[in-house]
């Protein structure tokens, strides 16, 4: 089973044009999107399933990599959820008035219900035989909280990584993504097979992210259920389908000044 976590493309949120409502993407962030359903489709990754939030961010890059997939059969669409919708930063600013942040605690349950009401069905699927591809498009906040969910369902011998993933500067422990940055995972009953561990020079039994984060002693730790399965990271944060012209950039966050002259940060949508 493979796993490609990515971020949605350049929206307008992220070159300054911040606003309450959903932001669409970008001129560029429309050619990103393209660039990357273009590499999927060149790398014959063929998605079984399309997740996305139901931001139209996501929902745009959603649906630009399932426009250019190949194969016969029915046109695939992406499934679209509020469980993976980026980390709600309130109505926006507000003067004189506090703004509430979605909590760590919050955003876990939803992402958690997502995983018990999707992945784990496919997972299931999976360890019967059937092919299972999952694209999951989502955002800059709570991307990582899905992976950090995700990797808690795993023991602490369950975890492998590749050369190319432990030598770049963003870090599987601590993953960020950069608008359409892929991480590439795979899944499954059993020890990576030995073709992928050529090809990918795997470092096998590193330490689990949640693990790693925690500064806990080495413990069994994940579910009964899911014991025995490997989890081998190929890629994280991956943009090589852009060249340095569809980079792009994220501003820093944004702020807003109250009444009082104070300074309320709200991040940047995501």
């Known amino acids: 089973m493979r796993l490609f976590l990515v971020r949605h493309a350049e929206c307008e949120h992220n070159v300054g044009y911040a606003t309450v409502k959903p ?7 429309r050619e990103q999107a393209l660039r990357l359903a273009q590499h999927f489709r060149d790398q014959s990754v063929r998605f079984t399933r399309v997740f996305s939030s139901d931001l139209e961010r996501a929902t745009e890059t959603a649906r630009a990599i399932c426009r250019h997939q190949l194969g016969s059969g029915p046109a695939l669409e992406p499934f679209r959820t509020a469980k993976l919708r980026e980390q709600c930063s309130g109505c926006g600013p507000v003067f004189g008035e506090t703004i509430h942040v979605e909590s760590t605690s919050s955003m876990r349950a939803r992402v958690n219900g997502f995983i018990r009401d999707h992945i784990l069905p496919e997972m299931a699927s999976y360890s019967k035989g059937r092919d ?49 940055g892929v991480m590439e995972v795979d899944i499954r009953p059993g020890d990576p097979p030995q073709d992928m561990l050529v090809k990918n020079t795997i470092y096998p039994n590193v330490e689990p992210p949640w693990l790693r984060r925690s500064g806990r002693r080495q413990s069994r730790g994940g579910s009964d259920v899911w014991m ?32 009082s002259t104070k300074k309320r940060r709200i991040d940047a949508v995501g």
């Open 228 to 259: 025995g399965w490997s989890v081998t990271v190929l890629t994280v944060d991956d943009t090589a389908h852009l060249d340095r012209r569809l980079l792009g950039t994220t501003v820093p966050p944004v702020l807003f000044e109250t009444k």
């Open 132 to 180: 299972v591809n999952l694209a999951i498009v989502g955002h800059r906040v709570i991307l990582p909280v899905l992976w950090a969910c995700l990797t808690e369902m795993f023991g602490s011998q369950s975890f492998h990584l590749s050369r190319s993933a432990a030598s770049r500067g963003n870090h599987y422990t601590h993953p960020s993504w950069s608008n359409t």
């Open 23 to 29: 932001g669409h993407l970008t001129e560029l962030g």
